[in-house]
């Protein structure tokens, strides 16, 4: 069975204290895999698709790398306004279906 | 003006009413999905239009019933709701089926 999970599922950062978010996958044949970043009230806001193995991806303080079964988002020294919910969210070969982690909630203090 | 765009934002009906959720996109995609959001759980597909025909309805109950005019416009028609179906309804879009989904800010559903 296709799945997803996150972790951790809280996290709490100093600003400028750099860490990384995990989603590790089991899934019959990856189409892709997605992050999404999602701030209370509104919808998930795409960050990244990932679609083999070792490919990388940067936008200012995030980076989101891919191994066979699991990706990371790694965040350098955060700031508070990085605070969101991350989800991560795989699409199986042969489907346009998504199957989306639980997320981590990222808190960064000032 | 915004990509996806839902209406309302926030809805309370009883158990008994007929109510529609309404989702726009200005980004000329020809997907559209309709997601489930609840408290604690990962979201869940509904459904899936693809150039305006349904492919996926995830095993839906069918108080719900969704409605794809053209490529632009979806609806999610409800009648006698459930408490359990107050949620975060979110509406999607994405070029092709293998792109990027473009979310709304969703419809807050609560039900009486």
């Known amino acids: 069975e296709d799945q997803v999970t996150q972790s951790p599922e809280a996290l709490r950062l100093q600003e400028g204290e750099s860490s990384s978010l995990n989603c590790s996958y089991t899934v019959s044949g990856l189409r892709g895999l997605f992050w999404y970043r999602q701030d209370p009230g509104k919808g998930p806001e795409f960050l990244f698709t990932l679609y083999s193995a070792g490919e990388e991806k940067e936008k200012e303080r995030l980076k989101a790398t891919l191994t066979k079964k699991e990706s990371f988002l790694h965040i350098t020294a955060p700031k508070p306004e990085d605070s969101a919910t991350y989800l991560c969210a795989v699409q199986a070969a042969g489907t346009y279906k998504y199957i989306f982690g639980t997320g981590t909630r990222l808190k960064v203090l000032a | 003006e915004t990509g996806v765009t839902q209406t309302p934002r926030h809805l309370v009906m009883g158990m008994t009413n007929k109510k529609s959720l309404k989702c726009e996109q200005h980004?000329?995609?020809?997907?559209m999905y309709w997601y489930k959001q609840s408290a604690k759980k990962p979201l869940e597909l509904m459904f899936v239009y693809n150039f305006k025909e349904q492919t996926e309805n995830n095993s839906v109950p069918s108080r719900f019933s969704p409605e794809c005019p053209n490529s632009s416009h979806l609806f999610l028609h409800l009648h006698t709701l459930q408490p359990e179906d107050s949620a975060l309804y979110l509406c999607?879009?994405?070029?092709?089926?293998?792109?990027?989904?473009?979310f709304g800010d969703g419809t807050r559903l609560s039900i009486l």
């Open positions: 999607a879009s994405s070029l092709y089926d293998n792109q990027p989904q473009h």
């Open positions: 980004l000329g995609h020809n997907a």
